[in-house]
């Protein structure tokens, strides 16, 4: 059975725990900004809100090319309106069974021509997936993307800790990761780090295994004496909140949360002390057929040597995916 594994991770291109990532763009030019705006959003693989997919209690599990093409329209015109500096997107399928193998990184691309810098990564590359019973998955190739107006470069994937499930089943199942870029910030440069947790872990403690290890990887930036920037999908809610609005299996943790070493050691575009005095203003997650968020899974973080400031989700969004925008300046 090893041998098995190891043959079928090889033919699928399961990628290494740690592999660089090329980032296309021209050459660099001009002067850096001294401040970035920064634009955090996950898309829901571009397949819009008018279907209850399997894993939300539905039964849907692919849509139509036309209904991926007028998302993508969406999502880059939310994109053209707030025209940040860099935008880090999460669950980018490049050619999934599930949205008609639409390369949605490619198409974002071409609607998005003030960005011309742009890297993703994969964290779900599997070519087929025999679940559910009702129809198959089949091939997902879903990634991780950023696109800039200003020069990305240095690129890694690195893997973060899995689920605790058979090794057989990991071969099917998402493979988290951080994808790390460096950006210009006035005459020095920021690391950027885009990642996604796991969501389902069932209290198995994956989410807070991947927490310590994003923290070792910002702690690598400062010791290598550059100051970071951490954002994305952290399928996690802040301190305080009640654990239960993420289902019984989070229901056990009350109000603590495994985001707390990141909120107690780093500067935060929305505080604690936001989350507290307005808690619908910074709520993310938008459950199927509702108009309005009511979590907020989607952070982001910063060194102490940066201040995040001008903090706000952009509610405008909410037709388009089950996430909304956090937008955020590094200043």
């Given at each position: 059975m090893p041998g098995l594994r190891r043959t079928l991770a090889r033919r699928w291109g399961i990628p290494a725990a740690v592999q660089p990532v090329t980032v296309a763009g021209p050459p660099a030019e001009g002067e850096a900004p001294s401040e970035l705006r920064v634009m955090v959003w996950n898309v829901q693989f571009g397949a819009g809100r008018d279907h209850l997919f399997f894993y939300d209690g539905g039964m849907a599990v692919s849509v139509s090319r036309a209904?991926?093409?007028?998302?993508?329209?969406?999502?880059?015109?939310?994109?053209?309106?707030?025209?940040?500096?860099?935008?880090?997107?999460?669950?980018?399928?490049r050619g999934?069974?599930?949205t008609a193998y639409v390369d949605q990184h490619a198409v974002l691309a071409r609607l998005l021509p003030r960005m011309p810098w742009h890297a993703s990564t994969p964290y779900?590359?599997?070519?087929?997936?025999?679940?559910?019973?009702?129809?198959?998955?089949?091939?997902?190739?879903?990634?991780?993307?950023?696109?800039?107006?200003?020069?990305?470069?240095?690129?890694?994937?690195?893997?973060?800790?899995?689920?605790?499930?058979?090794?057989?089943?990991?071969?099917?199942?998402?493979?988290?990761?951080?994808?790390?870029?460096?950006?210009?910030l006035g005459a020095h440069t920021v690391r950027l780090l885009h990642t996604h947790?796991?969501?389902?872990?069932?209290?198995d403690g994956t989410v807070q295994r991947q927490v310590a290890a994003l923290q070792a990887r910002t702690a690598a930036a400062e010791a290598d004496g550059q100051s970071w920037v951490l954002a994305g999908d952290f399928n996690a809610l802040p301190?305080?909140?009640?654990?239960?609005?993420?289902?019984?299996?989070?229901?056990?943790?009350?109000?603590?949360?495994p985001l707390s070493p990141l909120f107690g050691r780093a500067r935060s575009a929305v505080t604690l002390a936001m989350h507290r005095e307005e808690p619908e203003r910074w709520r993310t997650w938008v459950p199927h057929g509702a108009h309005a968020p009511d979590r907020a899974i989607d952070h982001a973080f910063a060194s102490s040597g940066r201040r995040l400031t001008n903090a706000l989700v952009d509610r405008a969004a909410v037709g388009l995916s089950d996430h909304l925008p956090l937008l955020f300046t590094v200043a």
């Open positions: 209904a991926v093409d007028q998302t993508l329209q969406g999502i880059a015109e939310r994109i053209r309106h707030h025209d940040p500096h860099v935008v880090m997107l999460q669950e980018v399928d999934s069974r599930r779900h590359q599997v070519p087929y997936v025999p679940a559910p019973a009702h129809e198959h998955l089949g091939r997902v190739n879903m990634h991780l993307s950023v696109f800039a107006r200003v020069p990305l470069w240095g690129g890694t994937r690195v893997q973060l800790p899995l689920l605790r499930e058979s090794r057989v089943r990991r071969l099917f199942n998402l493979r988290r990761c951080v994808m790390e870029l460096r950006a210009p947790l796991s969501a389902f872990s069932r209290g301190p305080g909140d009640d654990a239960g609005r993420l289902g019984a299996d989070a229901a056990m943790y009350g109000d603590w949360s």
